[in-house]
DNA sequence: AATGCGGGGAC
DNA sequence: GTCCCAGCATT
């Protein structure tokens, strides 16, 4: 039988994939794009990294953006963390000279990049022999190998990745890599694998076993919440009240409205002077994210009189410049509804 | 080891 | 509805 690799490299020889960050191959666009991907379909991250590479040319460029164009230009990728993590990266990277680390241990020692990452980054960028483990590889190598322990425990991670190591072509890295990650990606799918054609069928596990369709497997479970969300839309002379979000929870460094408690109003001690008239409910509406069920109600306030106490971290942005900043995807529907658009 | 963190696509 | 996606940081 031909070398896992061999067979492997051969496959991905049937196979082209036009991805933007391969079109002029260098550490900053390989980084970029890696970290716009991590748990983002390649079809959602392209526009990004588009977005992103037309904007920054050069590492120093992307460390010396603002928190907010940063955040706006992530606007709507989820996962928000990543673009901090890009941004403080950046600044490291960019003080300590303008360089990137070129070892694996110096890769992951950046925010943002861990074990999968500085695999990709470390064998893309500079050839360096380490395997990646993505989804895509627990999928392809817990099928053909038979790992039937939960990828998602200390075990099973280890199994994937002692098993990998031993299939890896330590002579082509980033072939490899690119290959398995390609083969999982596009033939070893989560469903409908088309396994009657597959390279490895002879000799994969779960299809000699019938079981596909259940491996990998996963243990843990994730629970989700239930959770309402109300804000108060205060309008003031054609300008509205908004805030950045700083504190532990969703949508971190992103912007929202004044936020009203489950069953309360505005509390006029957060402000020096107000006086307001509710003009209207809308929603509410649903929104899903990964660990919650969100029900979201916009109220709108029109206001007659606004004083901000100083230091507050509330400030009124004009109705035409609201959509400058960067907001959740969930508000989206609310500025639909409402008219607000971005205008260039 | 467990949890939090987004949004979208496939079925 | 369920599952998954070029995972990582925090606790």
Redesign the pocket.
């Known amino acids: 039988m031909a070398s896992f690799s061999s067979t492997l490299l051969s496959w991905h020889e049937t196979i082209q994939?036009e991805?933007p960050?391969?079109d002029n191959p260098n550490v900053f666009h390989i980084w970029l794009?890696?970290?716009?991907?991590?748990?983002?379909?390649?079809?959602?991250?392209i526009p990004y990294f588009l977005k992103f590479r037309n904007r920054f040319k050069t590492v120093k460029e992307l460390a010396e953006c603002s928190d907010e164009e940063l955040m706006k230009l992530w606007?709507?990728?989820?996962?928000?963390?990543?673009a901090r993590?890009l941004h403080k990266a950046a600044k490291l990277i960019h003080d300590s000279g303008g360089n990137f680390p070129d070892t694996y241990e110096g890769l992951?020692a950046?925010?943002?990049?861990?074990?999968?990452?500085?695999?990709?980054i470390g064998s893309f960028a500079y050839g360096l022999p380490v395997p990646?483990v993505?989804?895509?590889v627990?999928?392809v190598i817990s099928r053909i190998f038979g790992i039937r322990e939960g990828i998602?425990?200390?075990?099973g991670?280890a199994l994937i990745e002692k098993t990998v190591e031993q299939v890896f072509d330590k002579e082509k890295p980033a072939a490899f890599n690119?290959a398995i990650?390609?083969f999982?990606?596009l033939f070893c799918?989560?469903?409908?694998s088309d396994c009657n054609s597959c390279v490895f069928n002879d000799d994969c596990y779960a299809f000699q076993n019938e079981m596909v369709s259940e491996l990998?497997l996963?243990?843990?479970?994730?629970?989700?919440?239930n959770r309402s969300l109300n804000f108060a839309v205060i309008s003031y002379r054609g300008k509205i009240l908004i805030k950045k979000r700083i504190g532990?929870?969703?949508?971190?460094h992103?912007h929202d409205f004044y936020e009203l408690t489950a069953d309360g109003g505005i509390n006029e001690e957060d402000f020096s002077a107000i006086d307001y008239k509710l003009d209207g409910i809308q929603g509410p509406i649903k929104?899903?994210?990964?660990?919650?069920n969100l029900s979201i109600t916009f109220h709108n306030y029109e206001a007659q009189k606004l004083i901000l106490k100083n230091g507050t971290s509330y400030f009124l942005v004009e109705r035409e410049n609201l959509r400058k900043f960067a907001f959740?995807?969930?508000f989206?529907w609310y500025f639909d509804k409402n008219s607000i658009y971005l205008k260039y």
């Open positions: 994939r991805l960050w391969k794009s890696e970290i716009i991907l991590q748990q983002t379909r390649v079809e959602q991250g606007e709507g990728l989820g996962y928000y963390s990543r993590n992951k950046l925010p943002g990049i861990g074990p999968y990452t500085a695999a990709a990646v993505d989804g895509n627990n999928r998602d425990t200390k075990e991670k690119q990650m390609d999982g990606a799918k989560p469903k409908n990998p996963k243990v843990k479970k994730i629970k989700k919440v532990k929870d969703i949508w971190r992103l929104h899903v994210l990964t660990h919650q959740p995807k969930a989206d």
